[in-house]
């Protein structure tokens, strides 16, 4: 009877913790359906010509999501290129380097910076970012600006600035999730180190090759938290619906967009057009997240593998 019973409260208890897996499963593909049901029309009047058109005139209604898709993977790139170098930085020096008694104030600032809200970041873009790009670019040499990499007009509101706002607001959770990862690592593999003679340098170096997976989850992190940001990259990126190599043009992203025209479209092909970009935006944060994933699954499937072709024991 003892065991009828545990058999019965295991499968309730099996139940019930798979039914909030099961759901969120369900609830991201409701998001999925709804998107598409809602941006039927313009699917179906723009197929497949909507994510490669350049041209944006809701007057004319001609839509083109590209200009938008392109601003939005070109700063989100960006930013974690940026940001990881530093937050990297930071994770190393709160977990090896950092005086005992420094460590949790330091650690309690940095993860403060995930606490600001975007709108407060978008506000020191404007008035501290978007003055300094625009100082800095006034300050390269003539020839330098016309790189296209380089060119724009000097309004400092551009692709610059947004990449660097980005970059701020995803250092605490790549620094975060790094420091974990590094404290993580067993003592032995810096003791042993040490004990073949390496430097404070070399340990570390062996301490993140260990911990590579977990930091490359760490950045791909960052690199989903700036896909989907809105305000913050509204306010600085220029919403100009160009795409164009430059740092210094102002461009656009989907967020801003939908955020820029949503309450403002009336025709329904407008409105449907945004839905669109928004289910783009989704699509991609779905294809990015699977693509860390199977990232970090090859990675550790490359550690796991035998060292000359013989078994991982005899190898150890």
Known sequence: MSGRTTSAADRAFGWLTATPAVLIVVLVAA??????????????????????????????????????????????????????????????FLSDICPHRLRAPLVFLTELLAAVPSIV????GIFFLVPAVRTLQEGLPAWLRQLPLFEGPTVGASMLSAALVLAVMVIPYISSVAREVLQAVPR?????????????????????????????????????????????????????PQASLSLFAPQYTMAAVI??????????LHLHAL??????????????????????????????????????AEAA
Do not use: H
């Open 259 to 268: 955020a820029n025209e949503f309450k403002e479209a009336v025709e329904d």
């Open 188 to 240: 032995a593999q810096r003791e042993a180190a040490y004990a073949l003679g390496s430097t404070r340098w070399e340990a570390t170096v062996v301490a993140l090759r260990y911990a590579r997976i977990g930091i490359v989850g760490a950045v791909m992190l960052g690199f989903g938290r700036a896909v989907g940001e809105t305000m913050a990259v509204t306010m600085v990126i220029g919403n100009n």
């Open 31 to 92: 998001i999925g359906v709804v998107l598409w049901f809602q941006s039927r029309s313009s699917i179906e009047t723009f197929g497949l010509a909507f994510l490669t058109d350049s041209s944006w005139d809701p007057v004319a209604g001609r839509f083109g999501a590209w200009p938008f898709i392109w601003g939005t993977l070109y700063s989100s790139v960006l930013a974690p290129s940026i940001a990881a170098p530093t937050a990297i930085g930071i994770a190393i």
């Open 121 to 124: 970041y978008g506000l020191w």
């Open 275 to 312: 839905v669109e970009i928004g289910f783009v935006l989704f699509a991609i944060t779905l294809l990015i997240n699977a693509a860390s994933r199977l990232l970090i699954w090859r990675m550790a499937a490359d550690t796991r593998r035998p060292v000359s072709g013989r078994p991982q």
